[in-house]
């Protein structure tokens, strides 16, 4: 007899315990989260910069130097294609979206986002304590902190308590698995033993003993390196109520990129996966495309010479700390912007491809999100003789 699934409910929506990771710039958008969404888990929409999905958006900013011009196409993206996920999700599972902390129009993403509908908001790349506070206007939207450790989750807890609200689910990130920027503050850290879900999850629910918090009041979701069924089943016997994938959704039929772009991360081999320092200050892991091995090749000359602060190079400040803007030496010294637009559309050549360090499920095929989820939560492989369901 197969073992009962956990139970994953968020804000009183029972859901299918598979969560998709939110995927800029453009990667995961309506398409990917609505129809995830559709099929009863929760999809997600990444915030970052959507205007590049929208072609009058981009002929009305694109060779802008201004700034809030930019931010205004960005913002009014953002509703289109939370309010796409929504009508095609059809009531089914949820739709959240995903904003990264460290984005500089972060509460105008966060407060863009309540108000175009979306049911949860999820948030990375930073602690989010001023979450609730930007949200109180929308008491019914799920709040969902990225961590990566138990120490903080206690803090965003006691922060967040303090403004009468706990996280109504916590992801847990695993660096040493995850694609894109990592939850490690430095590179010697990303593959830290004390990241493993065996040793941060029973500590996360040992603060949630010291809280007085009951453990089935914030589900935890895993994610990092889940490219299985039995690694799913492992995570929910750990006590995880759900488990993110990212990579595994890019590379389905429903994704929101260009079809080279799936091909890249699913035909990329580990020894094309490289973790190295971003131009957020955080360590990232990508495709070893040509431009990534070129940039690497010339990463001490560009660091020597890094210069104090100048214009940002597309006059949109996307981030808050920058390290070629702000001229930070021991960060990157490129335009994140720039090289994750490229790979959006499939430019090999130039494109910066986030990916996960794992194997994926179906291997180098392209498969449809339904097949994925099915095969999460059943262990039944898809016949790859047939075209995706």
């Known amino acids: 007899m197969t073992a009962r699934l956990p139970t994953f409910r968020l804000r009183g929506r029972e859901l299918k315990p598979v ?29 970052v910069d959507l205007r590049r999905l929208h072609p009058d958006l981009m002929a009305r900013s694109e060779k802008s130097r201004d700034a809030a011009a930019i931010n205004a196409a960005n913002l009014e993206a953002l509703d289109r294609e939370v309010r796409a996920a929504r009508e095609l999700s059809a009531g089914r599972g949820l739709v959240a979206v995903n904003v990264m902390r460290a984005v500089s129009e972060y509460s105008q993403y966060v407060k863009q986002a309540c108000a175009s509908g979306a049911e949860a908001i999820v948030v990375g790349a930073g602690l989010p304590f001023d979450l609730p506070a930007l949200t109180a206007a929308h008491p019914d939207v799920a709040l969902i902190p990225i961590l ?15 403004q009468g609200r706990l996280p109504d689910a916590i992801i847990i990130e695993h660096p040493g698995w995850a694609g894109g920027h990592l939850g490690a ?23 949630f003993d010291e809280l007085g918090i009951a453990r089935d009041a914030v589900p935890v979701i895993v994610a990092g390196g889940i490219d299985s069924h039995e690694k799913a089943r492992a995570a929910w016997a750990l006590g995880a109520s759900a488990v993110q994938l990212g990579t595994a959704f890019a590379v389905t039929e429903e994704c929101d990129a ?93 494109g910066l491809f986030f990916r996960g360090a794992g194997r994926l499920p179906f291997g180098a095929n392209i498969r449809s999100a339904r097949e994925l989820i099915d095969y999460l939560l059943t262990g039944v492989m898809p016949d790859m003789s047939a075209s995706p369901a």
């Open 19 to 47: 969560v998709q990771g939110g995927m800029g710039v453009g990667v995961s958008a309506h398409r990917l989260a609505g129809s995830v969404a559709a099929h009863g888990a929760m999809g997600t929409v990444s915030a």
């Open 148 to 162: 990566s450790d138990a120490r903080g989750v206690s803090v965003v807890i006691k922060k967040w308590s303090k």
């Open 185 to 207: 503050s430095r590179m010697e850290d990303v593959n830290d033993s004390r990241f493993d879900f065996t040793a941060v999850l029973p500590a996360v629910f040992a603060v």
């Open 258 to 350: 260009h079809p080279r772009f799936k091909d890249v991360l699913a035909q990329a081999k580990p020894e094309d996966i490289v973790t190295f320092m971003s131009v957020a200050g955080l360590p990232a892991r990508a495709v070893r495309t040509p431009w990534l091995e070129s940039y690497l090749a010339k990463l001490d000359a560009l660091t020597r010479r890094a210069c104090p602060r100048k214009a940002c190079t597309l006059a949109f400040d996307c981030l808050s700390t920058c390290g070629l803007r702000d001229g930070i030496a021991r960060i990157g010294q490129f335009c994140i912007d720039n090289q994750l637009a490229a790979a959006l559309r499939g430019d090999v050549a130039r």
